[in-house]
């Protein structure tokens, strides 16, 4: 039973930076892509960052070149590195296998940005 855990997010002003980490157990981690999902209110899941297990990263256009996924096989842990931060980037957000194959969902960790 795959466990995701989310963590780092807050309250930041526009402009402002935000790390989070996603501590993964009970999956294969080392042999699946990761990725970054968001989810803002009203609004479906998106993914927004991936990485593969050889380092290999994808992004979103509306987060590209702000953000960059990072994951340590070791630690069973991906990262997310939020720069110049904007008000949309305010969701809850979450870490899972990319593309999604069925593995349950974390708590996310809720990234609110103010203007």
């Known amino acids: 039973q795959a466990q995701l855990v989310e963590s780092g997010g807050g309250l930041v002003q526009a402009g402002g930076s935000l790390r989070l980490s996603c501590a993964a157990s009970?999956?294969?981690?080392?042999?699946?892509?990761m990725g970054w999902y968001r989810q803002a209110p009203g609004k479906q899941r998106e993914l927004v960052a991936s990485i593969t297990r050889s380092g290999i990263t994808n992004y979103a256009d509306s987060v590209k070149g702000r953000f960059t996924i990072s994951r340590d096989n070791g630690k069973n842990t991906v990262y997310l590195q939020m720069n110049s931060l904007k008000p949309e980037d305010t969701a809850v957000y979450y870490c899972?296998?990319?593309?999604?194959?069925?593995?349950?969902w974390g708590q996310g960790t809720q990234v609110t940005v103010s203007s």
């Open positions: 009970g999956i294969i981690f080392s042999i699946n892509a």
């Open positions: 899972n296998t990319a593309p999604w194959r069925g593995s349950n």
